[in-house]
Each structure stands twice: as C-alpha cells, then as structure tokens.
C-alpha cells in the first residue's frame, strides 16, 4: 500500500490501561478482530476489519498519562516534519524513531497544546480501510488560539484553510461546511457544494476552518481535516485537543452499544447534514465520535 500525502491523516491508536477491555468495547462496538504486533519499543495491537489495518491500541507506559485517541498525519520525512513544527512554535514531544520496519513515529503538540503524532510510513503505510463503517472518517483539532494555530499548520504541512459556513444556513443555502463538533454540533467528511463563508466580522478568525492539502483546491470537497475555536460553552478544564470520528451504520444504536459496554455518551446524537453524529467515551474514558454517513443530506 502506498504511503499517503504529506499531512493527510493515517493513523489513529487509542492508549489504554486495560488492552483486554480495549479489545472487547471496540471489538463488539466496531465489529473489529486484533493482532498483537511484538516491537523493539514493546506489543501493541492492531485493530483490523475485514483483515485491513483501521486503528490501533497500545498500552500504557505510565498510569499517569491520559487515556485518549492520538491521531497520525503522514510525513514524508518525519525528521524534517520535527524541525517545522519547533520552528512554526510548536513542540516535538517524542522525537522521530524508527519503530522496527512499520513507521518512522513522533509526537508533538501544536502552539495551543494539542497533541498529534508524525508517521513516516514504512512497512506500514497506515489506515488500509477508512470511510466505511467502522473504520476512520474525519478529525479536527480544538483550540483556544485559532489565530496562532492556522498559522501553524500552514507552516507545518502547507494547509490550505477554508472558514466553514456557519451551521444556522438558511433553505435557500447550500449546505454549510461540517460544524463544529462543540457540545451543540459537530462535523463528517464534507459533502460535494458546501460552501465557505468568509472569516468573521472584523478579521476574528472563522470558528470552524477546513484544510485542504498544498497544491489542492482550498474547498470543503477537498478536505481533510478542520480547526475549532473551543468557546464559552467548552469546560475551562478541558485542554485543546484533537476529535476524532468513526464512521457508522447507526448512530443510535451505536450509542445503546456503547451504553452496555459501559462507555459514556458525552454528547448525544444529533443530526447534520452531513450525518447522524455523537461524542462518546470508551468504557476506559477515552473521548471520540461516530458519524452515520448515510443520513447525510
């Protein structure tokens, strides 16, 4: 499989304490099968579907880290990748390192805090599946510093950046780029004909803003990915942080699954017109969402 694009997103793995639990929410949830994978740096467990690679679950080192969803962008060189993001004001958490022959890997954290990783493919190029259900569908960073956050994934991986059309559109309006997935609303892969909305009043930046790959047309059909101003609706607790959403065949019932599995529903279904969505939490606490794609429109 051939690696992806510089800064699309490839990877997702969710660090956990218990794998076993892991494997047993996720496997019933998700229909997904597992293969622990023995490296020099420890196991950790791919998460297939279909017998294709569509996430990954690796335990803690430390009890003290958080229990959460990290997401991957491709690099092609993830050491030059290291050097933009120091340059640009962010910060290399983990340098690159090569993990046996799958990847080149790093971690880092943009200028408002959130966390994301670096992945040079190897051996193993990423996501093999994604957009189905079940598999990887969209993610987007929240943030309290929109303005110093654009320009650092400008910086990094030459995004262009579209402001999204506010979600309160009128019927006689094409629909509006994917919202927010703030506790009121929230975002899918963007459809064909949404269209962008200037930045607002007074130069602030746009609330919600789609990026599109360098050289690409700066729309929402091209987009993959977004950025989120976290506002006065966010707890003050709550760091910045990247969302990241999986695809479903139905929205409610994966929240009654998720409720039996004992996973939390930490914003309940709501419909867009880019699908049925939710934000839940795993039975172990760490935070992602699911989309219907096919109640778009």
């Given at each position: 499989?051939?690696?992806?694009?510089?800064?699309?997103?490839?990877?997702?793995?969710?660090?956990?304490?218990?794998?076993?639990?892991?494997?047993?929410?996720?496997?019933?949830?998700?229909?997904?099968?597992?293969?622990?994978?023995?490296?020099?740096?420890?196991?950790?467990?791919?998460?297939?579907?279909?017998?294709?690679?569509?996430?990954?679950?690796?335990?803690?080192?430390?009890?003290?880290?958080p229990t959460v969803w990290n997401i991957y962008f491709a690099a092609q060189d993830a050491?030059?990748?290291?050097?933009?993001?120091?340059?640009?004001?962010?910060?290399?958490?983990?340098?690159?390192?090569?993990?046996?022959?799958?990847?080149?890997?790093?971690?880092?954290?943009?200028?408002?805090?959130?966390?994301?990783?670096?992945?040079?493919?190897?051996?193993?190029?990423?996501?093999?599946?994604?957009?189905?259900?079940?598999?990887?569908?969209?993610?987007?960073?929240?943030?309290?510093?929109?303005?110093?956050?654009?320009?650092?994934?400008?910086?990094?991986?030459?995004?262009?950046?579209?402001?999204?059309?506010?979600?309160?559109?009128?019927?006689?309006?094409?629909?509006?780029?994917?919202?927010?997935?703030?506790?009121?609303?929230?975002?899918?892969?963007?459809?064909?004909?949404?269209?962008?909305?200037?930045?607002?009043?007074?130069?602030?930046?746009?609330?919600?803003?789609?990026?599109?790959?360098?050289?690409?047309?700066?729309?929402?059909?091209?987009?993959?990915?977004?950025?989120?101003?976290?506002?006065?609706?966010?707890?003050?607790?709550?760091?910045?942080?990247?969302?990241?959403?999986?695809v479903v065949a139905d929205c409610d019932q994966t929240l009654r699954t998720v409720d039996?599995?004992?996973?939390?529903?930490?914003?309940?279904?709501?419909?867009?017109?880019?699908?049925?969505?939710?934000?839940?939490?795993?039975?172990?606490?760490?935070?992602?969402?699911?989309?219907?794609?096919?109640?778009?429109?």
């Amino acid at each position: 499989m051939a690696a992806f694009a510089e800064g699309v997103p490839c990877w997702a793995d969710v660090l956990l304490s218990d794998l076993a639990a892991g494997r047993r929410f996720y496997g019933e949830l998700f229909g997904w099968t597992f293969q622990e994978i023995a490296t020099d740096y420890g196991t950790f467990t791919r998460a297939l579907l279909g017998g294709k690679d569509v996430a990954g679950l690796v335990p803690k080192p430390d009890g003290r880290m958080p229990t959460v969803w990290n997401i991957y962008f491709a690099a092609q060189d993830a050491a030059a990748t290291a050097v933009r993001i120091r340059e640009a004001g962010g910060r290399v958490i983990t340098p690159p390192v090569w993990i046996d022959e799958f990847c080149v890997m790093a971690t880092a954290a943009d200028p408002g805090g959130a966390v994301f990783g670096i992945w040079q493919a190897g051996s193993h190029a990423g996501f093999a599946r994604r957009g189905t259900p079940g598999s990887y569908g969209w993610t987007e960073v929240h943030t309290r510093q929109p303005r110093a956050v654009d320009a650092f994934y400008r910086a990094v991986f030459g995004y262009g950046m579209t402001p999204s059309a506010p979600p309160s559109v009128g019927p006689s309006r094409e629909p509006p780029a994917p919202p927010s997935a703030a506790p009121s609303t929230a975002p899918s892969t963007p459809p064909p004909g949404a269209s962008p909305a200037p930045p607002s009043a007074g130069g602030a930046p746009a609330d919600v803003v789609l990026w599109t790959l360098r050289g690409e047309p700066p729309d929402p059909r091209h987009a993959i990915g977004g950025r989120v101003v976290m506002g006065e609706e966010y707890p003050a607790v709550l760091p910045a942080h990247f969302l990241t959403y999986f695809v479903v065949a139905d929205c409610d019932q994966t929240l009654r699954t998720v409720d039996r599995l004992g996973g939390r529903v930490l914003k309940t279904a709501e419909d867009t017109p880019y699908g049925r969505f939710a934000v839940l939490a795993d039975n172990q606490g760490a935070a992602f969402a699911v989309i219907d794609t096919s109640t778009a429109g």
